[in-house]
Antibody
Framework: EVQLVESGGGLVEPGGSLRLSCTVSEFPFNIAWMSWVRQAPGKGLEWVGR??????????DYAAPVKGRFTISRDDSKSTLYLQMNSLKTEDTAVYYCTSIGYSDYYFDNWGQGTLVTVSS | EIVLTQSPATLSLSPGERATLSCRASQSVSSYLAWYQQKPGQAPRLLIY???NRATGIPARFSGSGSGTDFTLTISSLEPEDFAVYYCQQRSTWPSFGGGTKVEIK
């Protein structure tokens, strides 16, 4: 069974930084396109960004609200996806989900359990 | 940005009844639309992709239809485990999600 396990969430002050990790198992991570999706407390879902596999160029794309502040990267040797979040704002408070992309680009077929990031002073 | 509007916000039904959920896009997304189910405290689960294709392991009582700007998710006969929030999502441009429809027990 595919497993995606996020970690690294917590409380951070506005303007601070945090790095989330997502370890994937039972899944061909090295050829997978991966994404982050977030959900503010009591709200809907919001796509954050996506990274292609290295064999497909390894390029990243980001949603407008996080572009220039967030960076997605991957370590295929560790089957791990990362989300580096800088210059955090209170509106970045959310549960962050790691997802794989399947069927076609930007369909999110496997999800982790999520990790909560709280940006507050 | 493509805005997805879901209706109704809440649907109150009994087990065994048919559920019909709507998703309308602010501009055409062709058939590039998915549906997800989310239960409290859980991650979303992909149900339908490309408007009408069931994802692996999704029961046949879930079906999707539509193209362009108007889409429907139908649950033919509600099971107790189907009471949840449902989101539509488009991938015609940068991905965006609808605001969700909560299917609750009447």
């Amino acid at each position: 069974e595919v497993q995606l396990v996020e970690s690294g969430g917590g409380l951070v002050e506005p303007g601070g930084s945090l790095r989330l990790s997502c370890t994937v198992s039972e899944f061909p991570f090295n050829i997978a396109w991966m994404s982050w999706v977030r959900q503010a407390p009591g709200k809907g879902l919001e796509w954050v960004g996506r990274i292609k596999s290295k064999t497909d160029g390894g390029t990243m794309d980001y949603a407008a609200p996080v572009k220039g502040r967030f960076t997605i990267s991957r370590d295929d040797s560790k089957s791990t996806l990362y989300l580096q979040m800088n210059s955090l704002k209170t509106e970045d408070t959310a549960v962050y989900y790691c997802t794989s992309i399947g069927y076609s680009d930007y369909y999110f077929d496997n999800w982790g359990q999520g990790t909560l990031v709280t940006v507050s002073s | 940005e493509i805005v997805l509007t879901q209706s109704p916000a809440t649907l109150s039904l009994s087990p065994g009844e048919r559920a019909t959920l709507s998703c309308r896009a602010s501009q055409s997304v062709s058939s590039y639309l998915a549906w997800y189910q989310q239960k409290p405290g859980q991650a979303p689960r992909l149900l339908i992709y490309d408007a009408s294709n069931r994802a692996t392991g999704i029961p046949a009582r879930f079906s999707g239809s539509g193209s362009g700007t108007d889409f429907t998710l139908t649950i033919s006969s509600l099971e107790p485990e189907d009471f949840a929030v449902y989101y539509c999502q488009q991938r015609s441009t940068w991905p965006s999600f609808g605001g969700g429809t909560k299917v609750e027990i009447k």
